[in-house]
């Protein structure tokens, strides 16, 4: 009998459309939302109305009228109600992807918490389609806070791979506005697929904060690093010797690439040095990569002699790579799979501006986060983790302690 109910709604909401167009696609929405919701109480209850089974969890207790704020406008649904001690609330109403709730919840801080001005009141409007109060912020900060304090804290694993980079976003704090540095880690496992292993709020790139975030890796069970990649900073590069003695670490050739524009002497030879450097770090090994290197360090030892020595003494940090097989080399350079993340953060804080306050900008940044990091562990992999260019496990092993050494 639930075949020819659900032919007769569709067919009536599709007649709806067809008369009266797009004027018609918010009531169907609504009455689908309601049906919907009607379904979802059924399998809560494990019966549906009137129906008679040994596997009832529950009674229906009628509906309860409820506005929502959609992007077609405010919508009345008949919310369904239960008794018999069944908790039952609809996923629709809660539905919705972290990121833009975080996104909602952000702003509305600053609206609650008076930081925002008209035009933060404007944009929460013009982006969200609603107005929150502080009771809803409350409620969904509660919920979101637990849900993405879980996933930071989860358990990891072998990780031989790591990507570290900071991003930084303005926040209030203590009545000043300061960039605060985002700490996030990339890892690539055994099996070469990525995450996003954990993301940290601090004041700074000092050694203490980036020693303190990696240590929290590792109490979660991070273990197995073999390679790392980042950019050039002081404090993360302590930080690595204190807590991960004895790894390999690559400097970001593209990083690099852009610090020698500072040592160039004149505009029109910045696009020959760019050519020189990628032709040492295209090189098929390391022993030609370090043979390229010495030829464009005497090259330019007359005509950019600053160049030269930087060249001399920057480039071999970013050869670390050619410990890695082949086919890994190319996609574990750059921190450029980082740096996009970043940008997809910066989507969506762009928005709210100024964060209020750290837990703001974490919550914020934690639910894009982890909504990509799901859909990276659960897509294809990233690299074929495969042992290439080596007989045996061992061998390759015997490849990094050699490098080390």
Known sequence: MTQPKENNLLATLMQMVNEN???AVAETFRILLNEAMKIERDQTLRAGLYERT?????YANGY??????????????NVPQVRGGVQFYPSALEKGCRSERALKLAIAEMYVQGVSTRRVTDVLEKMCGLSISSTQVSRVAQMLDEELE????????EYPYLVLDAHY??????GSVVSCALLTAIGIDTDGRRSILGVSVSLSEAETHWREFLKSLQQRGLNGVKYVVSDDHDGLKAALNATMPGILWQRCQCHLQRNAASYVPKIKMRKQVHNDIRDIFNAPDRQQAQQRLKFYVAKYEKTAAKLSVWMEENLPEGLTVFALPEGHRKRMRTTNMLERVHEEINRRTRVAGLFPNEASLLRLVSAVLMELSEEWETGKRYLDMDVENADSASEQNEIYRKYVA
């Open 64 to 77: 309860k009228p409820k506005a929502i704020d959609t992007r077609m406008g405010k919508l009345m649904v």
């Open 150 to 157: 879980k996933w930071r804290n989860r358990p990891l694993g």
């Open 21 to 23: 167009g797009l004027e």
């Open 169 to 174: 976003e303005k926040v209030r704090t203590a």
């Open 54 to 58: 040994d596997n009832r969890q529950g």
